[in-house]
């Protein structure tokens, strides 16, 4: 998976000799104080374009860490590789009065691999320094400077884009030639830049002041969404040995087919040789493209490998044949050159991959967009998407880690922005049905069958391919009930068309129900109680529902005879925008039986309707949790 693109905090040049005294906590306006775990009392970037190899960044970095919950931005993350250098670090940790603590430079940052565990090849690092202050507010102030010998990678001004922080004052300052040409995106911004010149260079800066801090809520949108945002690219580039252009994602898309992705998808004769076998009697694209696909994921593994052109660049197709391994890029370029031995039409595709859904700028190309790379088969009517780093998933699944986003195809004709499968709350379902036995002493035995699709397939996928003993670990953790035993358990996957995946269990409960000399008293929804979400007070943002669901749970409970099998019947049925709920229990022939469903729709709705939404959550927790008592008969 390629790592994110840097977003360093990149800083004003000023004088390290700077006196801090000047930055008592009692200085900062009150208006900013409020709901503010920390405050950004200066952020000054100012980027120096001076050619497309030559690029430095300076600038000063003030934050005030009102108490633990801020203790992230007390913090400093450098990241480097061959294309930028951490030349100079120089700063003081000061008390609340502004008096200095410790001074510090960068000999006193620890310097760190910045790829995860499971990357085999990676020049990625990171330098990091811990302030360590336990006592609060304090202030941390710092200058630095980096350089680069590329231009295509600029980092983008994002002044409020965390939560619970507010800012006194940042400026965000490009110098570049005055004849470069610059496209410049921007977002929810309270002003146009001030452009003018400074030197020998065409100058452009942004200012934000006395920003309040924004209170974190939940099912809030992204601050990429409503948060301030420039971004900047030079037309014309340099990155690594690549030259080029590009003014929108057309052109971009034909940039990566001529640069770095050009002559990658060569293979071995025997290779494809196998490939034609393969298919050879099978007769609809889609049918050759499966089989490619379960191919690659049986002969090839995942591994990162952040090395290359920034790690933009996949490795060639012969070399993920041999090895037998490859990162999200080299796969997906694999997997294409496996299509094209049999002349099927594939995309590379990139993607921002997360559970939350992101998209790229519809209309701004840029090398920041995106983190992840997956394969777009663009049959007629039935669009095919393929998650090429895992060697399980089914063919045309992608669940919750890149689903319904836009991303940016590179078809032959360049650069095409296309939506990836969506699914909906009526999709994404888990309906389980349940039968149990109880007996007078409160144990349950029974079954599960629980059926699981759309991006909940992913809930319990996990223990599809796992040894016996893995799936009953997971299978204690997913059903986190005192004293459960399973007796039996199975998987089945259900592949054509919409991929369902099966689990069905057999299992006993000790002690289960509650038992006194008159009543025994149960629970009959076990494994799916509602979570509640905080009741927010005078909510300010809109609710965004990232992902709907369906949840069914059926159940039958067989009551022991000792009991008198009599329950008043419960009938309770919520209904609001975002969702519904619905809660039936009622007892026939001494089976108790419960039906329960719950209904949560993905959109994005009105502050004002949060409260419906959190009372909702409320009752289904509440009635979810229902107990009933069942008189044991006298003897």
């Not at 965390?162 to 490009?174: A, M, Q």
């Not at 888990?430 to 599960?448: A, P, S």
């Amino acid at each position: 998976m390629r790592l994110k693109h840097f977003y360093f905090s990149l800083f004003f040049c000023l004088s390290l000799s700077v006196v801090y005294g000047q930055y008592a906590v009692q200085d900062i306006p009150k208006a900013l104080l409020g709901r503010a775990t920390a405050t950004f009392r200066e952020d000054d970037k100012t980027i120096l374009i001076k050619s497309p190899t030559d690029v430095t960044t300076t600038g000063k970095k003030v934050v005030t860490i009102h108490n633990n919950g801020g203790e992230l931005h007390g913090n400093i993350f450098f990241y480097y590789n061959k294309s930028v250098q951490v030349k100079e670090v120089k700063g003081e940790i000061l008390d609340e009065f502004g008096k200095t603590i410790k001074k510090f430079s960068l000999k006193d940052f620890d310097d760190y691999s910045a790829v995860s565990g499971y990357s085999l090849f990676d020049d990625y690092r990171v330098k990091v320094f811990e302030s360590n202050v336990t006592t609060y507010p304090y202030t941390i102030a710092y200058t630095y400077e980096l350089r680069s010998n590329q231009n295509l990678v600029i980092e983008p001004w994002r002044p409020d884009i965390y939560k619970n922080v507010s800012v006194e004052k940042s400026v965000y300052t490009i110098l570049t030639d005055p004849e470069e040409k610059l496209r410049i995106y921007s977002k929810n911004l309270n002003a146009e830049p001030v452009i003018g010149s400074k030197d020998k260079y065409k100058s452009y800066q942004w200012k934000a002041e006395n920003i309040h801090a924004i209170r974190e809520e939940p099912y809030s949108p992204d601050r990429d969404i409503t948060g301030m945002q420039v971004l900047v690219v030079p037309q014309t580039f340099q990155y690594f040995k690549n030259k080029g252009e590009f003014d929108d994602w057309k052109t971009f898309g034909l940039w990566m087919n001529q640069t770095l992705l050009k002559d990658k998808k060569n293979l071995p004769p025997a290779t494809v040789s196998k490939v034609k076998e393969l298919v050879k009697d099978l007769k609809t694209d889609k049918e050759k493209a499966k089989a490619l696909y379960e191919y690659m994921q049986n002969k090839t593994r995942y591994i990162s490998i952040q090395v290359g052109i920034g790690g933009f660049e996949p490795f060639p197709a012969e070399n993920v044949d041999r090895l037998g391994y490859g990162d999200c890029k080299a796969l997906v370029n694999y997997m294409q050159a496996l299509l094209d031995v049999v002349e099927i039409p594939s995309y590379y595709a990139i993607v921002e991959a997360g559970d939350k859904k992101k998209d790229v700028i519809n209309d701004f190309a840029n090398i920041l967009d995106g983190n992840h790379i997956i394969l777009c088969l663009p049959f007629e009517n039935d669009t095919t998407w393929l998650e090429c780093t895992s060697q399980e998933m089914p063919f045309g699944y992608l669940g919750d880690f890149t689903d319904d986003r836009l991303v940016l195809a590179c078809t032959e004709d360049g650069g095409k922005v296309m939506r990836t499968t969506s699914y909906s709350y009526l999709d994404n379902l888990q309906h389980r049905i349940m039968n149990f036995k109880l007996d007078v002493k409160g144990k349950i035995t029974g079954d599960i069958e629980t059926t699981f699709k759309g991006t909940q397939f992913d809930n319990h996928f996990a223990n599809y391919d796992l040894i016996r003993d893995k799936q009953l670990e997971n299978l204690k953790r997913w059903y986190n009930i005192n004293r459960i035993e399973f007796t039996d358990f199975n998987y089945a996957i259900q592949t054509e068309k919409n991929p369902t995946l099966t689990e069905n269990i057999k299992f006993s409960i000790d002690n289960y129900a509650t038992v006194s000399k008159s009543h025994l008293s149960i629970k009959p929804n076990i494994f799916n109680i509602a979570t509640t979400i905080p009741n927010i007070r005078n909510r300010q943002e809109k609710v965004i529902i990232n992902r709907g669901y369906t949840d069914i749970e059926e159940i039958s409970v067989e009551l022991p005879d000792e009991v008198t099998p009599l329950i008043l019947p419960t009938k309770k049925e919520i209904k609001t925008d975002m969702g519904t709920y619905e809660f039936l229990t009622k007892i026939e022939n001494k089976v108790l039986k419960c039906y329960r469903k719950i209904q949560i729709k993905e959109g994005e709705y009105s502050a004002e309707s949060y409260e419906s939404f959190s009372n909702l959550m409320a009752e289904a927790h509440q009635f979810d949790g229902t107990f009933y008592n069942l008189p044991i008969k006298d003897k």
